[in-house]
């Protein structure tokens, strides 16, 4: 019989437990985070590097990226390299971010 070795690997930055005891795994970010707010305005996650995130919407040229404090976030229009850093408070008021390479 072959050695058989088993590796285990913890990840301290997200912890994922089901949300009912119905056995559904909900993946989703929790309501009251930037990852949710980001998710709402159409960003998707991008990579991560040490402690910070990048999130990025490739149609409208956005770029944000934040720290794991979660505190605020920083949104940058990858064109012109301009940003704005906001609060997850301020970031809730955010309805749309309009870039050179896309304005509604």
């Known amino acids: 019989m072959a050695d058989e070795t088993t590796e285990t690997t913890t990840d301290t930055a997200h912890t994922v437990t089901p949300s009912e005891p119905s056995g559904v795994l909900d993946l989703r970010p929790p309501k009251e985070s930037l990852r949710a707010e ?3 305005l159409g960003l998707e996650f991008s990579s991560a590097d040490g402690t910070t995130e990048s999130w990025r919407d490739y149609q409208r040229g956005v ?3 934040f720290d794991d404090s979660g505190t605020s976030v920083t949104l940058t229009d990858v064109k012109t390299n301009l940003g704005r850093t906001l609060t ?3 970031l809730k008021a955010v309805s749309r971010i309009d870039t ?3 304005a509604d």
Request: hydrophobic share 50%.
């Open 88 to 90: 997850l408070d301020e």
């Open 38 to 40: 980001l998710c709402r």
């Open 100 to 102: 050179m390479t896309a």
């Open 63 to 65: 770029l944000a990226t």
